[in-house]
């Protein structure tokens, strides 16, 4: 069964940066498109960067996507955090489904 764990998360501060981390069992990063999405306090879970299966970044916004050689793990990464990056983050494919859903890193800017 395959399964996403998101890792990287904490406490920054403004000004600052993170990096996450999302691993991946079987070939899931190999063979679909992946996104990174968050979920605001009070707010709906939403992508915000997305790889295709070739590494190639399809959308990353303010974000910078990518992915290991080995096609078993993803990153994003981010400068300058603020305020409203605070959040949950979470990796699945785009769309995503709701089977491979983990468990989030938290992500809190604030100083």
């Known amino acids: 069964q395959v399964q996403l764990v998101e890792s990287g998360g904490g406490l920054v501060q403004p000004g600052g940066s993170l990096r996450l981390s999302c691993a991946a069992s079987?070939?899931?990063?190999?063979?679909?498109?992946m996104g990174w999405y968050r979920q605001a306090p009070g707010e709906q879970r939403e992508l915000i960067a997305s790889?295709?299966?070739d590494a190639t970044t399809n959308y990353a916004g303010r974000f910078t996507h990518s992915k290991d050689n080995t096609r078993t793990k993803m990153y994003l990464q981010k400068n300058s955090l603020e305020p409203e990056d605070t959040a949950v983050y979470y990796c699945?494919?785009?769309?995503?489904?709701?089977?491979?859903w983990g468990q989030g890193t938290q992500v809190t800017v604030s100083s």
């Open positions: 699945n494919a785009v769309p995503p489904r709701s089977v491979y």
């Open positions: 079987g070939r899931l990063l190999s063979r679909n498109i």
């Open positions: 790889i295709r299966a």
